[in-house]
């Protein structure tokens, strides 16, 4: 089974760049069919999702924080980060990493998620 473990800093001064590591264990990065995103919850809001990154390294990303966004990954450490500049305080959220196998049905694996607290 897929396991995912988010790791950064929990806090980050507004305008600066937010960094966050996903480590995943049970399960290849560059695995066929799997795809890793970043998503993340705002306090009282719902989910929402930031971006992809797919097994063979090609990434999309919501159209409204393209401008901001960007996700890599390191296959030697099976890792995969998320990178969100000029952070604001309505950035503050709690972030996931989550792994998607394609398949009938698909399957979800989730990381515990880690709050990010945007303030000086």
């Known amino acids: 089974q897929v396991q995912l473990q988010e790791s950064g800093p929990g806090l980050v001064k507004p305008s600066q760049t937010l960094s966050l590591t996903c480590t995943v264990s049970?399960?290849?990065?560059?695995?066929?069919?799997?795809?890793w995103s970043w998503i993340r919850q705002p306090p009282g809001k719902g989910l929402e999702w930031m971006g992809v990154?797919?097994?063979?390294?090609?990434?999309y990303y919501s159209p409204s924080l393209k401008s901001r966004t960007s996700i890599s990954r390191d296959t030697s450490k099976n890792q995969f980060s998320l990178q969100l500049s000029s952070v604001t305080p309505e950035d503050t959220a709690v972030y996931y990493c989550?792994?998607?196998?394609?398949?009938?049905?698909?399957?979800?694996?989730w990381g515990q998620g880690t709050q990010v607290t945007v303030s000086s």
């Open positions: 989550k792994a998607r196998v394609a398949g009938d049905p698909d399957v979800d694996y």
């Open positions: 990154i797919a097994y063979d390294g090609s990434t």
């Open positions: 049970g399960g290849s990065i560059t695995t066929s069919y799997y795809a």
